[in-house]
């Protein structure tokens, strides 16, 4: 492993602390202004700063999700898969998904331009 992570990759695990802290602001900034974001637990995306900030808003106000990197694979054109422990709580405390799942983001110009949720290539899964 290289002594100095690749920029999108130090991007990306800020990113996920910003969202872990519940930082919106700070999570926004590292995006474009017209931001593809996944509705992960409603389907479909939102697009652009403003919605990501009221989806996650009302996201929050139903679950406790934390979302914790464990690997990145740089994928062909720019994008990068991310190998994520998420786990999610109801409000009052209650496991709802303990799993791995893949993120996959595009990054343009230093910023988030999408993400998308998928699958993790099943040799990426480990006991």
């Not at 409603?42 to 989806?55: I, P």
């Not at 106000?61 to 999610?88: K, T, W, Y």
């Not at 405390?93 to 699958?119: K, N, P, S, Y």
Request: aromatic letters at 8%; hydrophobic letters at 45%.
């Amino acid at each position: 492993m290289p002594d100095q992570p690749a920029p999108e990759i130090e991007l990306l695990r800020t990113a996920y602390a910003a969202f872990n802290a519940r930082d919106i602001d700070a999570a926004l900034a590292l995006m474009t202004p017209d931001v593809a974001w996944p509705r992960a637990f409603k389907g479909g995306f939102v697009h652009g700063s403003e919605e990501v900030r009221a989806y996650w808003t009302e996201q929050w106000s139903e679950i406790n999700g934390q979302v914790e990197p464990v690997a990145f694979h740089l994928e062909e054109g720019g994008r990068i898969l991310v190998d994520v422990h998420q786990v999610v709580h109801d409000l009052a405390g209650a496991i709802l998904a303990d799993e791995h799942v893949g993120h996959r983001f595009t990054i343009e110009h230093g910023l988030i331009q999408g993400m998308e949720v998928c699958l993790l290539p099943s040799s990426g899964l480990g006991a």
